[in-house]
């Protein structure tokens, strides 16, 4: 089972139908089976997530979260958010507000679905955290909710829990230690390399004002055994979308990827 995380930046930087296309290119590449989307767009009646389930007959859900503060020219009618593909039919969603008391204004949100898959309920969240260095306590906060709703018994079963966010932080950092104390972080249990990144400067979009994000691993695929003693066996990691697809970059974050059993 390919599961894969991937922040596609929503309409910013003026081109976002050309990199679209770079986007497409790169899921034909790797077929992921799970993809959540982070900042993801709405409109124009659809969603990103469906346009991008389409060719690959894959089935997609979309919740709408808070926007960022825009340096972009905004267009009206456009939502921000995260969404999910799967290769199993989608039979529940919910959208959790997560905690932003120090910033305030609208709430990010959590989409949890769960998915039809072979052997059981796959329950699966999308999620990101608060990016603002001055807002750190709300980051902290965000992931100590999403660690409350990845453990919630109601989601115990035969198969994983499993978390696909962009989290604004790395391992070490003291935000995502909530997390880590309930879930695995796969990219190091499948032994992937270290000083991987997900969000390099070297990628023309990436923003000279946020170096406390640059060239680290911000995004990540977490999972918690579905019960006690049960483990998440993970087979390798990878990251994609980072090379240029016709001489454009698809995202200025790269996608995270995880192969696993089942």
């Keep these: 089972m390919r599961v894969m995380v991937w922040n596609v930046w929503w309409r910013f930087g003026g081109n976002w139908r050309e990199r679209e296309e770079s986007i497409f290119a790169t899921l034909e590449a790797y077929r992921p089976d799970v993809l959540g ?21 894959m089935f997609a859900a979309w919740a709408p979260s808070s926007v960022p503060p825009i340096t972009y020219a905004e267009e ?15 039979v529940a969603v919910e959208s959790h507000s997560l905690p932003n008391p120090e910033k305030g204004g609208p709430v990010p949100v959590a989409l949890l679905a769960t998915l039809d898959h072979p052997r059981g309920p796959l329950h699966v969240i999308v999620s990101g955290s608060e990016p603002d260095e001055r807002h750190e306590q709300d980051r902290l906060a965000q992931c100590r909710e999403l660690a409350a709703i990845a453990t919630d018994k109601r989601l115990d079963g035969a198969l994983p829990v499993l978390l696909l966010a962009d989290l604004n932080a790395t391992t070490d950092q003291p935000p995502l230690a909530p997390l880590l104390e ?3 972080d796969l990219w190091s249990a499948a032994g992937a390399d270290p000083g991987a990144v997900t969000f390099d400067s070297a990628v023309p979009y990436a923003p000279s004002d946020a170096p406390h994000l640059l060239d680290r691993r911000i ?24 090379r240029p697809f016709e001489g454009v970059y698809p995202s200025d974050h790269y996608a995270v990827g995880v192969d696993l059993e089942p």
């Design 76 to 90: 009206p009618g456009i939502g921000f958010g995260v969404g999910l593909l799967s290769r199993w039919p989608i």
């Design 182 to 184: 309930s879930m695995v």
């Design 219 to 242: 995004d990540h695929v977490l999972a918690r055994p579905g019960r006690p003693g049960q483990q998440v066996p993970v087979h390798g990691a990878f990251v994609a979308g980072d």
């Design 37 to 57: 989307l982070v900042e993801s767009w709405s409109g124009e009646g659809t969603d990103q997530p469906h346009r991008l389930a389409g060719p690959g007959g």
